[in-house]
Nanobody, 115 residues
Framework: QVQFMESGGGFVQPGGSLRLSCSFS????????MGWYRQAPGNRRELIAT??????SYRDSVKGRFSAAKDGPNNVMYLHMNNVKPEDTAVYYC??????????WGQGTQVTVSS
């Protein structure tokens, strides 16, 4: 089962930047695609960025501000967050895209955007 571990979250002011990291087990490189998800309080978990064979796609709410990149040989995926907004406050996760029974959720990493 592919395992994920997220890190890099914290407090950041609106307009600031943050870089999240996602370490995954080596078998994660066999997944057709991987992505970043987030869950804000009271909301459903949503997919915000997908990386597939070097190509990325984004949810409209983060397009132009967030950038995902995968370093396959080192089993790490990053999420560069720029010009963050209070509505970006959420717990961020990485996982397969689409989700499948062979991959498990990590603990996530909390991002709080506040002045």
């Amino acid at each position: 089962q592919v395992q994920f571990m997220e890190s890099g979250g914290g407090f950041v002011q609106p307009g600031g930047s943050l870089r999240l990291s996602c370490s995954f087990s080596p078998d994660g490189n066999s997944l057709p695609a991987m992505g970043w998800y987030r869950q804000a309080p009271g909301n459903r978990r949503e997919l915000i960025a997908t990386e597939r064979n070097g190509r990325t796609s984004y949810r409209d709410s983060v397009k132009g501000r967030f950038s995902a990149a995968k370093d396959g040989p080192n089993n790490v995926m990053y999420l560069h967050m720029n010009n963050v907004k209070p509505e970006d406050t959420a717990v961020y996760y990485c996982n397969a895209v689409p989700l499948n029974p062979e991959s498990s959720w990590g603990q996530g990493t909390q991002v709080t955007v506040s002045s």
